[in-house]
């Protein structure tokens, strides 16, 4: 990707950010891809371009329950012509926020590293479950599962609810499960009639100037979700997925420690990942 005339803030594992100015910056999603927190050295070509519409359909479409990170302003109000031509479809202008520092995880399926933890505890983040659930059953109801931010190269953990308020106190923890849910709900509804399950989600929350809690960085993408087909559904299966739970689920056969570096993803699970992430686009927003 070409360098940009703005000042690059920051680098994390698969965005850069640009300063614009005291309230607004860039947001460059690149093609860099991270799993169990480690970024593989193969690119996904196309991926930042994909996720990035895929993001903004949904920004767009959850705007009325939450405000988000969008400026209202294009790259090209920002950049010289030809650099956003260059970045336009993998690139937004938004506000700079505080981030909220939990992940703010959303689960409506049992599976992932909730399905291990449920099967050793019959728990998920402190949550009880109940019993002789199997993997990838619909839970009960939609549980709130938060996690910590971890730095690049590091791992986010697992807490439990009264961690969480101890990060970032009671009532923000209180609305952030409070949006969360309502945000995966009305989402997974909308995806369902798609023929896509969202088991489960990641959302990234900061707060404007004013204290106003506000959705951020990526959305119900296949980065920060779990997609599996409604037709390929199976209760008692890990079902096949949607997302870059195909390059993990390749990593995780492969013996590897999960520990940096990544082994040699090959080309034709990569090509397999990028079709993926294309038809996820087009099926949710056709």
């Excluded at 050295?41 to 705007?63: A, C, M, R, Y």
């Excluded at 087909?229 to 995780?252: A, I």
Aim: charged content about 25%; overall charge negative.
């Amino acid at each position: 990707m070409s360098s940009l005339s703005l000042k690059k803030i920051y680098s994390g594992k698969v965005r850069d950010l640009y300063e614009i100015d005291a309230n607004s910056m860039l947001i460059v999603a690149s093609d860099r891809l991270s799993a169990f927190d480690v970024i593989l050295d193969e690119p996904i070509v196309g991926k930042g371009e994909i996720l990035t519409q895929i993001s903004n359909f949904w920004f767009q479409k959850l705007s009325h329950i939450m405000p988000n990170h969008f400026t209202g302003q294009t790259v090209y109000d920002v950049l010289p012509e030809q650099e956003a031509r260059a970045i336009e479809k993998r690139a937004v202008v938004a506000k700079r926020l505080t981030p909220v520092k939990i992940e703010a995880v959303v689960r409506g399926y049992l599976s992932g590293s909730g399905w291990k933890e449920y099967q050793k505890t019959g728990s998920v983040c402190g949550i009880k479950l109940p019993e002789n659930l199997r993997e990838a059953e619909q839970l009960p109801e939609v549980i709130f599962t938060p996690s910590t931010k971890a730095e690049v190269g590091e791992h986010d953990e697992n807490i439990s609810f009264e961690q969480c308020v101890a990060i970032i106190g009671q009532e923000r923890a209180e609305e952030v499960r409070a949006k969360a849910i309502e945000l995966y709900r009305e989402a997974a509804a909308y995806a369902k009639t798609r023929g896509i399950i969202i088991a489960d989600t990641k959302f990234e929350f900061g707060l404007d100037e004013n204290g106003v809690l506000t959705l951020m960085d990526e959305v119900l993408t296949p980065d920060s979700s779990r997609f599996w087909s409604v037709d390929s559904y199976q209760v008692g299966t890990n079902p096949p997925s949607f997302d870059k739970q195909f390059v993990r689920d390749w990593l995780e056969q492969s013996g590897w420690n999960k520990q940096p570096p990544a082994p040699k993803v090959p080309e034709d699970v990569l090509a397999k990942t990028v079709a993926k992430y294309q038809e996820a686009l087009n099926t949710l927003t056709k």
